[in-house]
C-alpha cells in the first residue's frame, strides 16, 4: 500500500519564530527559532511500514510547501498525520484536504489525537485517531482501512461509527526497544537538514518513558513505563548514523537518557571500546547524575547535558512533583562543574502558585550553580497534564485553537500573580541574572573548580588526555566535511542563538 505519512506544523509558529529571529532589538534567548530535525516519530513509523512491505512518503509541514504535501496526498493511499497540540489546527487543516480534496483515509497520531481525538474526527478531519505508540497499531490498522466495520478489532484507536466515538482499549506498550527499527533517515534529506539547522546534527531516540511524574509533561503517549535499548544495540545506531551521513553531533532526543546507569556507563564504554569519537548532546535530570557516569559520558564524547530544573523554589519542586530538590541540584551543578560537562538548565515559569518570591529563589540557585546556560519557558497547559485540568477555568480558548508557541509563548491562561508582561518580563530578569554568572569571576571560579578536581582525582587527567587525542581525530574528520564551518571562530551570538544580555 502507498502511505504518506506527514508531520503537521502550524504555520503561525514558523512564521513568528522567524520574526523574533530577525528581530535584533529582541533580546531573544535561547531557541528564538525552532531548529528543525527529521520527525522521529513517523520516521520509525515508517521503518515499520517498510518491514510490513508498504511503500512510504514523509513529508514535514516545517520545510515542505502545501503543493509538494498536496502531490504526496494524491500519491498515496492512505495518509498519516502526526500532530503535537501546538500544530493541531494544522493537522486538522491537512487532514480535511486529504479527506475533502483527495477523498483518501486520514489516520491521526500523535499527542494531541491521543488525547483529545473528537477535535480532528467532529471536524471531518481524521477517519481513525491513534491512542499513544502507533509501532503495531498503524501496521494493524491499514490491513483493513478500507473495512471500517473492522475497526474495533485494532487496539489503541478512536473513530465514529453513526456519529458515536468509539474507543478500543489501549495497546500496551512496545517493551522491547531492541526490537524497533532504525528510523528511516533514507526517507528525508538529512544534508537539507543539516543545512538548515543552527547547531547541525542528527537526531536519535534510544528509549521512552519517565517513571517521574512531574505535573506539565504529557505521559498520554508514553505513560510512566521505562523502555531502552541495550548498550550495543544504542551504539549500533550511532554507528550506523556516524557512517552514512557523517554529522558533526548526535542529538538524542530521549526524555531521560541517564535514568538506568548501569546501561548509560556500559553504553559509553562500548563507544570507546570501537575507538568511536564523535560529539553529542542529551537530556537528563541532575539529581540522576554521579562523579562515574558523568565521567564516562565526557569520555564517550557527550560534550552538553541540558537538565529541567524548572525551578529553584522547594515550594513550586514539589507543586510541579519534581521529585527533587534545591540542594540535590546544587550538588549534581558541582559534579558537572568537576568534570568540565558544558550543562543548561531548563525552566518553566508561568504555574498558577508561582509568586516573585519563587522565581527570587530560582535567581539564587542559579547563582549558586553557575550552568552554562538557561533557557526559560512560559507555561502552555497542554491537554493531558496534570497541570491543564488545574488551569481549565483560567483557560482564555481552547489551547488547540491558539496560536502558541512553547517559548514565544501567548497568553494561554490568566494567572492569578502576574500579567502575561510581567510574565515575561521575569524571564528577562533570569536571563540577566544568569549573564551575571559568566563574568570573569565566575569563569575563574569555574576553572578553579576544575583544577582542583583534576588534583583530586588524577584519573580526570588522563580520561582528558585520552579524550584530547580522540578529538583531534574527530576534528580532522568535521574539518575535511561539508560541517567544517561549525568550528569556526566567526559563528555569532545570533547564528547560535545564545542571547546577548546585558547585566543592567
Known amino acids: 500500500m502507498r502511505v504518506a505519512l506527514i508531520y503537521a506544523k502550524a504555520q503561525n509558529i514558523k512564521e513568528k519564530a522567524a520574526t523574533v529571529f530577525a528581530d535584533e532589538g529582541v533580546t531573544k534567548g535561547e531557541l528564538a527559532r525552532d531548529e528543525v530535525y527529521p520527525p522521529l516519530g513517523i520516521s520509525i513509523l515508517a521503518a515499520w511500514l517498510e518491514r510490513g512491505g508498504h511503500e512510504v512518503r514523509l513529508k514535514d509541514d516545517s520545510i515542505d510547501d502545501i503543493d509538494v504535501l498536496?502531490?504526496?496526498?494524491?500519491?498515496?493511499?492512505?495518509?498519516?498525520?502526526?500532530?503535537?497540540?501546538?500544530?493541531?489546527?494544522?493537522a486538522r487543516e491537512l487532514g480535511q484536504i486529504c479527506r475533502q480534496e483527495f477523498s483518501k483515509p486520514v489516520v491521526m497520531g500523535g499527542p494531541h489525537p491521543t488525547t483529545n481525538p473528537e477535535f480532528f474526527l467532529d471536524a471531518g478531519a481524521a477517519d481513525v485517531c491513534v491512542q499513544g505508540e502507533g509501532d503495531e497499531t498503524l501496521p494493524e490498522l491499514l490491513e483493513m482501512i478500507f473495512e471500517p466495520e473492522r475497526w474495533d478489532e485494532v487496539r489503541g484507536i478512536t473513530f465514529l461509527r453513526d456519529g458515536e466515538q468509539i474507543a478500543t482499549p489501549r495497546r500496551p506498550l512496545i517493551s522491547d526497544m531492541d526490537?524497533?527499527?532504525?528510523?528511516?533517515?533514507?526517507?528525508?534529506?538529512i544534508e537539507r537538514y543539516m543545512k538548515l539547522m543552527i547547531n547541525p546534527g542528527?537526531?536519535?531516540?534510544?528509549?521512552?518513558?519517565?517513571?517521574?511524574?512531574?505535573t506539565f509533561c504529557d505521559a498520554e503517549m508514553t505513560p510512566r513505563k521505562y523502555r531502552a535499548m541495550g548498550p550495543q544495540q544504542t551504539v549500533d545506531l550511532m554507528e550506523h548514523i556516524l557512517k552514512t551521513y557523517n554529522p558533526p553531533q548526535l542529538v538524542l532526543f530521549d526524555d531521560l537518557f541517564t535514568i538506568q546507569r548501569k546501561r548509560v556507563i556500559e553504553t559509553c564504554k562500548e563507544i570507546v571500546r570501537r575507538d568511536l569519537f564523535f560529539e553529542w548532546?542529551?537530556?537528563?535530570?541532575?539529581?540522576?547524575?554521579?562523579?562515574?557516569?558523568?565521567?564516562?559520558l565526557r569520555k564517550a564524547g557527550c560534550v552538553k547535558i541540558y537538565y529541567g530544573l524548572e525551578s529553584g523554589s522547594p515550594d513550586m519542586l514539589n507543586t510541579m512533583k519534581k521529585g527533587v530538590t534545591p540542594e540535590k541540584v546544587r550538588q549534581g551543578?558541582?559534579?558537572?562543574?568537576?568534570?568540565?560537562?558544558y550543562f543548561k538548565f531548563f525552566l518553566l515559569y508561568g504555574f498558577p502558585e508561582d509568586t516573585v518570591k519563587d522565581h527570587r529563589l530560582t535567581e539564587e540557585l542559579i547563582r549558586a550553580t553557575r550552568p552554562d546556560a538557561v533557557c526559560c519557558a512560559i507555561l502552555q497547559p497542554i491537554p493531558g497534564t496534570v497541570v491543564f485540568e488545574q488551569l481549565k477555568p483560567l483557560l482564555t480558548l481552547d489551547v488547540a485553537e491558539m496560536d502558541f508557541h512553547y517559548w514565544h509563548s501567548t497568553e494561554s491562561f490568566k494567572h492569578p500573580n502576574f500579567t502575561h508582561e510581567e510574565l515575561h518580563a521575569e524571564r528577562e530578569r533570569i536571563l540577566k541574572v544568569h549573564a551575571q554568572t559568566r563574568h570573569f569571576a565566575g569563569r575563574m571560579l569555574r576553572k578553579l573548580e576544575r583544577l582542583w578536581a583534576l588534583i583530586t582525582h588524577p584519573e580526570l587527567l588522563g580520561d582528558l588526555l585520552e579524550i584530547r587525542g580522540r578529538r583531534k581525530r574527530f576534528l580532522s574528520r568535521v574539518a575535511q566535511s561539508d560541517w567544517a564551518w561549525t568550528q569556526t571562530e566567526e559563528r555569532d551570538h545570533v547564528a547560535m542563538q545564545v542571547p546577548k544580555v546585558t547585566t543592567d
Open 179 to 189: 526490537e524497533v527499527p532504525r528510523p528511516a533517515y533514507h526517507l528525508w534529506d
Open 333 to 341: 551543578a558541582r559534579l558537572n562543574r568537576q568534570i568540565g560537562m
Open 281 to 296: 548532546v542529551c537530556e537528563s535530570r541532575v539529581d540522576t547524575m554521579d562523579f562515574e557516569m558523568l565521567r564516562w
Open 202 to 214: 542528527v537526531t536519535l531516540i534510544t528509549s521512552r518513558g519517565c517513571p517521574y511524574a512531574c
Open 70 to 90: 498536496r502531490a504526496d496526498m494524491e500519491w498515496s493511499e492512505v495518509i498519516g498525520i502526526s500532530s503535537l497540540t501546538p500544530n493541531a489546527r494544522r
